[in-house]
């Protein structure tokens, strides 16, 4: 850790500095400089965090050294890890698409769905029955009644399912009906409920806040992995900026950054990062593109009737286009679909 | 609702749609174009809302005529709300200062702080038992004790006092051992958490999200008012944008714009909203200035030692001074301190 | 045009504004509600702009139906444009890779790298003669002489040469050494800039703004075309976001986007769209995969000692590795390289 | 500098660099540790600069020590600077108002409009000649036309005038006919145009850029300052976030940042920092608050027919009332209007 002093700081008041940092077993540094001295302090800085010299009237500016999160690091786990959504490996050699209804709005819609993405290629489903919505008058989703029909569907189809959970209090109920947990975008700080998931064994997808930056993320999973959960994979879905020609941004320069940093795999959302249907395929092949794991897409049985973001979902003959516009990329990429 | 429809839709396709808003109950509006045609839709948007237009392939943009919310607007509720922490009215003439540390670290730092601000002339305390922190290995705050810590520093200053709740299943015990709820930024879209705060009748501080617009925080509230809960006070502590020279862009605009929208009333958290201990005063004087009504202030015993926010806690000193130098903007704000 | 009048708006005063609206020879309509009256106005939307309603005391908000731009706008001009840079084809089949140092800084360092990026097969050469610093103290690039340089560079190697153009008194000279003009991020808005560049019929490649919505960038190409300069390609470039894990947020979203909304060819730079040398070649694929029309690649002998920019650049074998590793998603993409 | 090099940085490879540093003749430090190796550079950091170290492939990162700008910052220039518009002094104990129409349109409307606010107490006028427009299809503004009308408008009232420069090569005719320069937002970062205001003595009015940091506004002002020119007076108006309620997110917390690193003035915009009529007031009262030495205000004779603005512009009446309510919050401050 770096830290740099303000000018009107005398020797004097640098050397209590230093012992402090001693006192903790690491190994300091003395910089005297013509406008500012700049201290250093070797060693685990998670220690030197409790001293909390940011908040010492003395000290301008503290830079670390290392990253603020250890077990999501490549540095300590250098080689690419693969999380299983039931059967199906996240991470490795195949992409993997994730595909249905933004929510299970009843058994029909979500069957049919389910049915039409397996039929084309999907290899796992998705399906909301908890959702969060910024207004209290939209649809809230199903529930428990949500959760049954997309364990039917599972069943009818084999393809292991993907759903979110709102709250601590749920992880219970979910993980008995369904394969993966997701974590959307508002829930990304929901500190408690990371915490619940990283006691259970089975796979979080854990959604970027719309204002978080990919570092955010990271400490975010390691929420969870420091509670022995290892299974977690990242999802770019876009954040939040001036541009309201889409409904997010989607900030896919996240995806080799978070490839350098970090072993764990991620996959891309390019409905909520597009938020229009027309713009879904193009940015799915980007994702595949620029090196993502796989992809979560909106598909709805009829766009057009959908209780919630039915401007961003594919109908069938449209996922079906795009799987078989994104074979020649996944190949480009040296992986298979 | 006003429909502005793609070029290539036809006028059979525009009838189509206008049948389907007719077949609720409401007065369609049909306005043919050289370029595009535009279609109306008088009547409760909530129930237009249901057709999802915005998901049909002919329609090119919606856009709404009303505000999304309701029991939060100033249209149905012209005059200002007062909201009581305790006995203290939020939103009347006097201008409320709430102050004390970022989180409870223990009862003498507790009750000092406490002593110390209510000396100075806080009208409320504040301290965090719940902390919400961006890495699993900061301190996450006392629980239950920190709530018992706080309800003595409230039995010796006779200060009510605001704590964070960051889990629905934690709001019973919140309100046992508190005056009102704060709800965190990473907070504010759990909407379990806002529904379970809207079935208390205790005063909730609902801060914005750091990617919220304005427009999010009013519809976050209207999701505590839809549930009985009246007693909701707005807070602006910043959002997040590109500048990083402070902690977040504190955005004061919100507060002329709330007046003008809402009937509730609006605080600033200038502590957080700059997250520089020297830029605390100059903004909650503009605050005042800007018509907000009342500050959440960070003041601990000793901020070189706090074990939180630090960096941007005023210590007793200073907060005398802050309240001293306020008092001529309050006054000039025609209210009193 | 729709217009939302205030709830205060009485309908004779809606009626004067309707008399406004006929007054331009245009078609009012007429849409009294419950809580708001709606007017309508069917027309040029330019002529209408005329009346200024935006400024009305009555007038809670305006609309616009149509699209503030027209010629860059595919409704009427619905197949792709091809622009050329000297015999360089752009928007066609071809995917077009213009590669280079961001700065000339000397004969010897310009024209090594074109030969080399010519080598790994290049079809233009980049190179800023006039470079735009933040900072007054950095290298503000060789100017003229520059431009003499890349000059030679074109004629050494064949590849015609885009460079930077910053003020609308050097549009003469640039025009007379180098094949097209580049208008920088800084300069999206320089609109005497983009005047003199729309009297010009060299090409143009528009850089989208730091700061600058889609809809930005293609009014500001709006300003060149109108002036009668049809050869305008547009750049996507990144745009500042809350992110700083890389340099800039590159917002793919928006190739979809302008292909859909307008004819220009548009292409992407991943050296600035990352900031850091090991993402450019992820973003270059995500490029083609999303639609672009080429990429703008910062390629220079030696990076180490690069004047500007060197931590985005590629050295010549990380060129010739990513034109290797770009070929199969361009041919995925259906194009050829 | 702190200069973080990779962990696969060889102790050899240091060396090579701690040699760099020192062939500059500055002093290196060497610190190394078990996870990074860490080096120092101490010195002109311009000079450091000059070694590009942040492109070399072992370094991972750098933290400059220093600020970047050197002949606008506090350190070497403790006092405030109290630069003179005619014979207005800004940045002294009197708190400056400059209003006037955004654009001059007319000989009557910009004559009318100086008598009302000369009236009401303003200290200097605004009106612009030059007009930059996000569209081609708006209004341009007058040009020299605009000035000798803005230049009547000073000799009827006596008040000296702000007038935009969007260029250059018009410095020299905007310099003959106002009293202080402005540059709009949208050029902030035209270098050249900074260049040549650095080699005028008139004072320069900076606007702050869409997207500029706070430190980019140093940097540019910088540009002005290191070509002679020490009479600039800092504007913040406003950045562009997510936040759309708004035109712009009026960053009040720039006043007090600026006041700590910088002897200059600062001023604030109110009407383009809101962009709506009934928030300008607030917010100018903000900004006495916060620490501005004046506030620039868009006011039209009838701002329903204004060209441009209008929905921004106050007529005179609601300037009055402004200036009434204003001179509390000026006073609260310790000064004068």
Redesign the interface.
């Known amino acids: 850790m770096?830290i740099?002093l303000k000018?009107s700081a005398t020797k004097k008041e640098a050397k209590e500095i230093i012992g402090q940092i001693e006192s903790l077993g690491l190994k300091p540094?003395f910089?005297p400089?013509?406008?500012?001295t700049?201290l250093?302090a070797?060693?685990d800085e998670?220690v030197i965090?409790s001293l909390?010299l940011?908040?010492?009237?003395l000290v301008e500016r503290i830079?670390p050294?290392?990253t603020?999160?250890k077990l999501v690091s490549r540095?300590l786990h250098p080689k690419n890890s693969v999380v299983k959504i039931g059967s199906v490996p996240v991470g490795g050699k195949r992409f993997i698409v994730i595909a249905g209804p933004c929510a299970v709005e009843n058994r029909e819609q979500m069957l049919s769905t389910a049915q039409a993405v397996k039929e084309s290629g999907a290899h796992c489903l998705r399906g909301g029955a908890y959702k969060?919505?910024?207004?209290?008058?939209?649809f809230?989703g199903l529930g428990v009644k949500g959760l049954h029909i997309l364990n039917d569907a599972t069943e009818k189809t084999g393809l292991p399912a993907v759903t979110e959970v709102?709250?601590?209090?749920d992880v219970a109920t979910v993980a008995r009906w369904a394969a993966a947990f997701q974590v959307g975008a508002?829930?990304m700080?929901?500190?408690?409920l990371l915490?619940k998931l990283g006691q259970s064994r089975k796979p979080v997808i854990l959604k970027r806040?719309?204002?978080a930056?990919?570092?955010?993320l990271l400490?975010?999973a390691?929420?969870i992995m420091?509670e022995g959960n290892q299974n977690v994979i990242l999802c770019e879905r876009g954040?939040?900026?001036?541009?309201?020609?889409?409904r997010n941004?989607?900030?896919?320069?996240?995806?080799?950054?978070i490839k350098?940093h970090s072993h764990l795999p991620v996959i891309v959302d390019p409905s909520h990062?597009?938020g229009?249907r027309?713009?879904v395929a193009?940015?799915a092949?980007?994702?595949?593109?620029?090196?993502a794991d796989g992809i979560l897409i909106e598909v709805h049985i009829d766009?057009?009737?959908?209780?919630s973001?039915?401007?961003q979902?594919l109908n069938p003959e449209q996922f079906t286009v795009l799987m078989k516009e994104l074979r020649?990329?996944v190949?480009?990429?040296g992986r298979k679909l």
């Open positions: 770096i740099i000018p540094l910089m400089g013509t406008e500012r700049v250093g070797i060693g998670r965090a909390h940011e908040s010492h009237p830079t050294i290392l603020p999160y540095e969060p919505r910024s207004s209290p008058y939209s809230q709102v709250e601590a209090g508002r829930n700080q929901n500190f408690r915490t806040g719309m204002a930056s990919v570092e955010d400490l975010a390691e929420y420091s954040i939040r900026t001036f541009e309201t020609a889409t941004t989607l900030d896919l320069n996240s995806i080799p950054y350098q990062g597009t229009v027309d713009y193009p940015m092949k980007a994702a595949v593109a620029c090196g766009p057009k009737t959908a209780l973001d039915g401007h979902s020649p990329f190949e480009a990429a």
